[in-house]
């Protein structure tokens, strides 16, 4: 008959034959580790080792082995290989860490315009930001109209209106009393109304852009024969004033002498029509004309 040391000899030498030999403390501690509690009976006979004939046994033994060696590599595994020490757990990755944009700093607002003469320098204004040469001021606080030169001796000074929502034109600016015409919200209604007026237009309107915002420019010019001052009645404009349009705030523009020019550049501005007025008269040198237009080319639409 078998005994236990028997077994134990059986699995020594299978495991020193093999292709990884098992130290002796591990093999003890297999053994050890070997469940050895006391089974429930079975309603079957159970048949012992030493009544098994030898192939059965040699087959039994096998098993044995089998069962020995998985528990071993297990255990092994444990407890990081085979004279190792125990295995360290792999270090977690630290997610780099994620750069910050730096913050965009404000824009610098340009300074309100002043009232009065106006130094050198870039300006806001209602709805637009200029820069302006020297020579310019503003008449009064509001700073609508900038102009350069004597603005009470035209025709040599020259100026710049800004309008919001031109809401009424008049189609006899000298009889601007009786004539007054409501027109719609869009660029296309001011033109159509400014061109009907018997001011009239000097040429068709044309595509303009400004910073972006697109519309028409349109040139009227004040008739040389209109009286706004004199002794006959028949000839006197009322109030003595030749009005050509009244924005939705209730300003008024109306003209100081014949041959006036308003050269209105009439903006689309998010759904609102908005007007950039240059004024000048026949007069005005090229050289102021460019200047103007200078101021134009710096305007940038702050809505």
Same mark, same amino acid.
């Given at each position: 008959?078998?005994?236990?040391?028997?077994?134990?000899?059986?699995?020594?030498?299978?495991?020193?034959?093999?292709?990884?030999?098992?130290?002796?403390?591990?093999?003890?501690?297999?053994?050890?580790?070997?469940?050895?509690?006391?089974?429930?009976?079975?309603?079957?006979?159970?048949?012992?080792? =030493?009544?098994?004939? &030898? %192939? !059965?046994?040699? /087959?039994? +033994? #096998?098993?044995?082995?089998? *069962?020995?060696?998985?528990?071993?590599?297990?255990?092994?595994?444990?407890?990081?290989?085979?004279? =190792?020490?125990?295995? &360290? %757990? !792999?270090?977690? /990755?630290? +997610? #780099?860490?994620?750069?910050? *944009?730096?913050?965009?700093?404000?824009?610098?607002?340009?300074?309100?315009?002043?009232?009065?003469?106006?130094?050198?320098? &870039?300006?806001?204004?209602?709805?637009?930001?200029?820069?302006?040469?020297?020579?310019?001021?503003?008449?009064?606080?509001?700073?609508?109209?900038?102009?350069?030169?004597?603005?009470?001796?035209?025709?040599?000074?020259?100026?710049?209106?800004?309008?919001?929502?031109?809401?009424?034109?008049?189609?006899?600016?000298?009889?601007?009393?009786?004539?007054?015409?409501?027109?719609?919200?869009?660029?296309?209604?001011?033109?159509?109304?400014?061109?009907?007026?018997?001011?009239?237009?000097?040429?068709?309107?044309?595509?303009?852009?400004?910073?972006?915002?697109?519309?028409?420019?349109?040139?009227?010019?004040?008739?040389?024969?209109?009286?706004?001052?004199?002794?006959?009645?028949?000839?006197?404009?009322?109030?003595?004033?030749?009005?050509?349009?009244?924005?939705?705030?209730?300003?008024?523009?109306?003209?100081?002498?014949?041959?006036?020019?308003?050269?209105?550049?009439?903006?689309?501005?998010?759904?609102?029509?908005?007007?950039?007025?240059?004024?000048?008269?026949?007069?005005?040198?090229?050289?102021?004309?460019?200047?103007?237009?200078?101021?134009?080319?710096?305007?940038?639409?702050?809505?």
């Amino acid at each position: 008959m078998s005994t236990d040391r028997d077994v134990t000899h059986i699995v020594r030498s299978w495991l020193e034959e093999g292709v990884t030999a098992l130290p002796d403390r591990v093999l003890d501690s297999v053994l050890d580790q070997l469940p050895a509690t006391p089974q429930r009976r079975a309603w079957w006979p159970a048949r012992r080792l =030493g009544e098994m004939n &030898t %192939p !059965l046994r040699i /087959a039994v +033994a #096998a098993v044995a082995v089998v *069962a020995v060696a998985a528990i071993g590599i297990n255990i092994l595994l444990m407890n990081g290989g085979v004279g =190792g020490p125990p295995s &360290t %757990p !792999l270090p977690t /990755a630290t +997610a #780099a860490p994620t750069a910050t *944009a730096a913050p965009t700093p404000s824009p610098t607002l340009a300074p309100r315009l002043p009232t009065g003469q106006i130094p050198p320098g &870039t300006y806001r204004h209602l709805f637009v930001t200029y820069t302006l040469p020297a020579g310019w001021g503003t008449p009064d606080s509001s700073g609508t109209t900038i102009f350069k030169g004597p603005a009470t001796t035209p025709p040599s000074d020259m100026a710049l209106d800004l309008w919001q929502n031109v809401a009424t034109v008049y189609s006899d600016p000298c009889h601007w009393q009786t004539t007054a015409v409501h027109i719609g919200p869009t660029v296309d209604n001011l033109i159509a109304a400014l061109v009907a007026t018997k001011r009239g237009s000097t040429a068709p309107p044309v595509d303009v852009t400004i910073d972006g915002f697109q519309g028409k420019e349109i040139d009227l010019m004040v008739p040389l024969n209109v009286k706004f001052k004199g002794s006959s009645k028949a000839t006197l404009c009322d109030g003595a004033q030749y009005k050509s349009m009244t924005d939705a705030g209730g300003g008024d523009r109306y003209n100081q002498a014949p041959g006036q020019h308003d050269l209105l550049d009439i903006l689309d501005v998010n759904g609102q029509t908005w007007a950039i007025d240059r004024v000048f008269y026949p007069a005005t040198t090229a050289a102021d004309r460019a200047e103007l237009q200078a101021i134009v080319d710096s305007i940038k639409i702050t809505p």
